[in-house]
Protein backbone atom coordinates (compact mmCIF):
# COMPACT_ATOMS: atom_id res chain seq x y z
CA UNK A 1 0.00 0.00 0.00
CA UNK A 2 2.54 2.38 1.00
CA UNK A 3 4.81 1.53 -2.44
CA UNK A 4 1.39 2.20 -4.39
CA UNK A 5 0.77 5.42 -2.56
CA UNK A 6 4.52 6.38 -3.50
CA UNK A 7 4.38 5.63 -7.24
CA UNK A 8 1.55 7.88 -7.10
CA UNK A 9 3.14 10.51 -5.81
CA UNK A 10 6.10 10.28 -8.04
CA UNK A 11 3.45 9.93 -11.11
CA UNK A 12 1.60 13.22 -9.95
CA UNK A 13 5.13 14.95 -9.78
CA UNK A 14 6.11 13.39 -13.02
CA UNK A 15 2.62 14.64 -15.35
CA UNK A 16 2.97 18.13 -13.26
CA UNK A 17 6.02 18.51 -15.31
CA UNK A 18 5.06 17.27 -18.82
CA UNK A 19 6.24 19.70 -21.53
CA UNK A 20 4.13 21.06 -24.20
CA UNK A 21 3.88 19.15 -27.48
CA UNK A 22 5.44 19.91 -30.53
CA UNK A 23 2.74 21.81 -32.10
CA UNK A 24 2.47 24.18 -29.09
CA UNK A 25 5.72 24.69 -28.94
CA UNK A 26 6.47 28.50 -30.94
CA UNK A 27 9.39 28.36 -33.93
CA UNK A 28 12.41 29.55 -33.56
CA UNK A 29 13.24 27.91 -29.90
CA UNK A 30 15.78 25.56 -28.42
CA UNK A 31 15.14 23.41 -26.04
CA UNK A 32 17.88 23.62 -23.12
CA UNK A 33 16.57 21.67 -20.32
CA UNK A 34 13.44 19.78 -19.71
CA UNK A 35 11.09 22.76 -19.57
CA UNK A 36 13.09 25.27 -21.08
CA UNK A 37 13.57 26.87 -24.26
CA UNK A 38 15.54 29.70 -25.34
CA UNK A 39 15.11 31.88 -28.61
CA UNK A 40 17.25 30.46 -31.16
CA UNK A 41 17.83 33.93 -33.12
CA UNK A 42 17.67 37.63 -31.82
CA UNK A 43 13.77 39.04 -31.99
CA UNK A 44 14.07 40.62 -35.41
CA UNK A 45 12.62 43.69 -37.03
CA UNK A 46 9.69 42.01 -38.71
CA UNK A 47 9.45 40.48 -35.43
CA UNK A 48 9.10 43.97 -33.93
CA UNK A 49 7.08 45.31 -36.64
CA UNK A 50 4.19 42.68 -35.85
CA UNK A 51 3.80 43.83 -32.51
CA UNK A 52 4.46 47.39 -33.31
CA UNK A 53 1.14 46.51 -35.55
CA UNK A 54 -0.67 44.82 -32.72
CA UNK A 55 -0.23 47.02 -30.37
CA UNK A 56 -1.67 49.57 -32.64
CA UNK A 57 -4.96 47.57 -33.87
CA UNK A 58 -5.90 45.85 -30.53
CA UNK A 59 -4.38 48.25 -28.01
CA UNK A 60 -5.29 51.43 -29.78
CA UNK A 61 -1.34 52.61 -29.54
CA UNK A 62 0.10 55.37 -31.98
CA UNK A 63 1.59 53.88 -34.86
CA UNK A 64 4.81 55.57 -33.83
CA UNK A 65 4.91 54.65 -30.67
CA UNK A 66 7.50 51.74 -30.49
CA UNK A 67 9.25 52.88 -33.34
CA UNK A 68 13.43 51.67 -32.70
CA UNK A 69 15.48 55.18 -32.37
CA UNK A 70 16.93 55.07 -36.01
CA UNK A 71 18.98 58.09 -35.30
CA UNK A 72 20.73 56.14 -33.25
CA UNK A 73 21.26 53.17 -34.81
CA UNK A 74 22.32 55.10 -37.96
CA UNK A 75 25.22 56.70 -35.49
CA UNK A 76 26.07 53.07 -33.98
CA UNK A 77 26.34 51.64 -37.54
CA UNK A 78 28.08 54.38 -39.23
CA UNK A 79 25.46 54.54 -41.65
CA UNK A 80 23.88 57.44 -43.19
CA UNK A 81 20.93 55.17 -45.12
CA UNK A 82 17.76 56.17 -44.55
CA UNK A 83 17.28 53.28 -42.15
CA UNK A 84 13.38 54.37 -40.96
CA UNK A 85 12.57 53.79 -44.99
CA UNK A 86 14.31 50.24 -44.83
CA UNK A 87 12.25 49.33 -42.00
CA UNK A 88 8.89 50.12 -43.79
CA UNK A 89 9.88 48.32 -47.07
CA UNK A 90 11.17 45.45 -44.90
CA UNK A 91 14.27 45.68 -45.59
CA UNK A 92 15.33 44.98 -41.89
CA UNK A 93 12.91 42.59 -41.18
CA UNK A 94 16.15 39.65 -40.85
CA UNK A 95 18.58 41.33 -38.71
CA UNK A 96 18.16 41.62 -34.90
CA UNK A 97 15.92 44.69 -33.89
CA UNK A 98 18.39 47.22 -32.47
CA UNK A 99 17.71 50.95 -31.19
CA UNK A 100 14.21 49.64 -28.64
CA UNK A 101 13.82 50.56 -25.00
CA UNK A 102 13.78 48.18 -22.04
CA UNK A 103 10.50 49.16 -20.72
CA UNK A 104 9.25 48.58 -24.50
CA UNK A 105 10.67 44.92 -24.27
CA UNK A 106 8.85 44.56 -21.23
CA UNK A 107 5.28 45.54 -23.22
CA UNK A 108 6.78 43.27 -26.39
CA UNK A 109 7.17 40.47 -23.54
CA UNK A 110 3.58 41.13 -22.13
CA UNK A 111 2.59 41.02 -25.50
CA UNK A 112 3.76 37.46 -26.44
CA UNK A 113 2.52 36.36 -23.16
CA UNK A 114 -1.28 37.50 -24.13
CA UNK A 115 -0.61 35.57 -27.11
CA UNK A 116 0.10 32.04 -25.74
CA UNK A 117 -3.44 32.76 -22.87
CA UNK A 118 -5.16 32.93 -26.32
CA UNK A 119 -3.57 29.97 -27.93
CA UNK A 120 -4.03 28.06 -24.57
CA UNK A 121 -8.31 28.17 -24.73
CA UNK A 122 -7.79 25.69 -27.62
CA UNK A 123 -5.48 23.17 -26.03
CA UNK A 124 -7.36 21.15 -23.21
CA UNK A 125 -3.86 19.59 -22.19
CA UNK A 126 -1.91 23.05 -22.39
CA UNK A 127 1.33 23.34 -20.83
CA UNK A 128 1.96 27.22 -21.50
CA UNK A 129 5.30 28.82 -21.91
CA UNK A 130 6.03 31.82 -20.42
CA UNK A 131 8.39 34.38 -22.11
CA UNK A 132 10.62 36.74 -19.73
CA UNK A 133 14.25 38.54 -20.27
CA UNK A 134 17.15 35.92 -19.22
CA UNK A 135 18.77 36.45 -16.14
CA UNK A 136 22.36 36.29 -16.20
CA UNK A 137 22.40 33.54 -14.75
CA UNK A 138 21.29 31.72 -17.95
CA UNK A 139 24.84 31.92 -19.22
CA UNK A 140 26.17 29.88 -16.35
CA UNK A 141 23.68 27.40 -16.80
CA UNK A 142 24.63 26.86 -20.63
CA UNK A 143 27.73 26.65 -19.89
CA UNK A 144 27.35 23.53 -17.42
CA UNK A 145 25.29 22.16 -20.27
CA UNK A 146 28.42 22.56 -22.73
CA UNK A 147 25.37 23.62 -25.41
CA UNK A 148 27.26 26.50 -26.54
CA UNK A 149 30.59 25.29 -27.47
CA UNK A 150 32.44 26.11 -29.62
CA UNK A 151 31.71 29.92 -29.39
CA UNK A 152 31.11 31.61 -32.85
CA UNK A 153 33.94 33.20 -34.59
CA UNK A 154 31.82 35.38 -37.31
CA UNK A 155 32.37 38.92 -37.38
CA UNK A 156 35.79 39.06 -35.70
CA UNK A 157 37.21 40.56 -38.87
CA UNK A 158 34.56 43.32 -39.49
CA UNK A 159 34.09 45.18 -35.87
CA UNK A 160 31.82 48.57 -36.06
CA UNK A 161 30.22 46.86 -39.21
CA UNK A 162 25.95 46.19 -38.02
CA UNK A 163 24.42 43.24 -36.81
CA UNK A 164 24.53 40.53 -40.14
CA UNK A 165 21.61 38.27 -40.54
CA UNK A 166 20.63 36.21 -37.85
CA UNK A 167 19.52 32.68 -39.92
CA UNK A 168 21.23 32.47 -42.90
CA UNK A 169 24.85 32.57 -41.88
CA UNK A 170 25.15 28.84 -40.99
CA UNK A 171 28.97 30.05 -39.24
CA UNK A 172 27.05 31.41 -36.34
CA UNK A 173 25.39 28.78 -35.53
CA UNK A 174 26.47 26.46 -32.37
CA UNK A 175 25.88 23.18 -31.57
CA UNK A 176 22.73 23.57 -30.23
CA UNK A 177 21.18 25.43 -32.82
CA UNK A 178 21.47 29.07 -31.17
CA UNK A 179 22.52 31.48 -33.49
CA UNK A 180 25.16 34.21 -32.56
CA UNK A 181 24.78 33.51 -29.28
CA UNK A 182 28.14 34.99 -28.22
CA UNK A 183 28.33 37.96 -30.71
CA UNK A 184 26.12 39.98 -33.28
CA UNK A 185 24.72 42.14 -30.94
CA UNK A 186 24.44 42.64 -26.89
CA UNK A 187 20.86 41.02 -25.20
CA UNK A 188 19.40 42.66 -22.92
CA UNK A 189 18.73 40.64 -19.36
CA UNK A 190 15.68 41.53 -17.04
CA UNK A 191 17.58 43.64 -15.22
CA UNK A 192 17.51 47.35 -16.58
CA UNK A 193 20.77 48.46 -17.79
CA UNK A 194 22.67 45.28 -18.25
CA UNK A 195 22.78 43.66 -21.57
CA UNK A 196 24.65 39.99 -21.99
CA UNK A 197 27.75 39.43 -24.15
CA UNK A 198 29.25 41.23 -26.52
CA UNK A 199 28.27 42.72 -29.81
CA UNK A 200 29.64 43.15 -33.14
CA UNK A 201 31.66 46.43 -31.47
CA UNK A 202 33.56 43.84 -29.28
CA UNK A 203 36.14 41.19 -30.53
CA UNK A 204 35.32 37.26 -29.13
CA UNK A 205 37.77 37.98 -25.94
CA UNK A 206 34.99 40.35 -24.62
CA UNK A 207 31.89 38.30 -25.73
CA UNK A 208 32.30 34.87 -24.03
CA UNK A 209 29.85 33.90 -21.95
CA UNK A 210 29.36 35.40 -18.48
CA UNK A 211 30.21 38.96 -19.85
CA UNK A 212 27.82 41.93 -19.59
CA UNK A 213 27.82 45.44 -20.50
CA UNK A 214 26.48 48.52 -19.15
CA UNK A 215 23.91 50.56 -21.49
CA UNK A 216 21.81 53.52 -20.70
CA UNK A 217 20.14 54.48 -23.81
CA UNK A 218 18.62 52.63 -26.99
CA UNK A 219 21.60 51.81 -29.31
CA UNK A 220 22.30 49.89 -32.66
CA UNK A 221 24.33 46.74 -31.02
CA UNK A 222 21.99 45.74 -27.89
CA UNK A 223 18.86 43.83 -28.99
CA UNK A 224 17.33 40.85 -27.03
CA UNK A 225 16.23 37.36 -27.06
CA UNK A 226 14.01 35.79 -25.27
CA UNK A 227 13.85 32.58 -22.65
CA UNK A 228 10.52 30.29 -22.04
CA UNK A 229 9.37 28.24 -18.81
CA UNK A 230 6.90 25.65 -19.07
CA UNK A 231 4.40 26.87 -16.67
CA UNK A 232 0.57 25.35 -15.31
CA UNK A 233 -2.02 27.88 -14.42
Known amino acids: MIRFGLFSLLLLLASSFVEPSKKQIPAHFVRISFYRYLQQHETT ?7 MNYMTV ?4 REDRYLPNF ?16 FEKGQLDSLPVVGIRYEDVLRYINYKNELDL ?7 DFKRLKYF ?9 L ?8 PTKVQKATPNAFPVLPVSH ?10 FYHQNVAEMSEIKGIALRGSYKTGLKDAGL ?17 WAEVVEE
Do not use: H
Not at 133 to 141: A, K, S, V
Open 133 to 141: LPTPEIDTL
Open 210 to 226: GSTQNYYVPSGFIGFRL
Open 71 to 86: EQIALDWKTKRNLNEM
Open 45 to 51: FKEWKTF
Open 58 to 61: NKGD
Open 170 to 179: SSGKTKSGIY
Open 118 to 124: VAQKTES
Open 143 to 150: GKLGTLLP
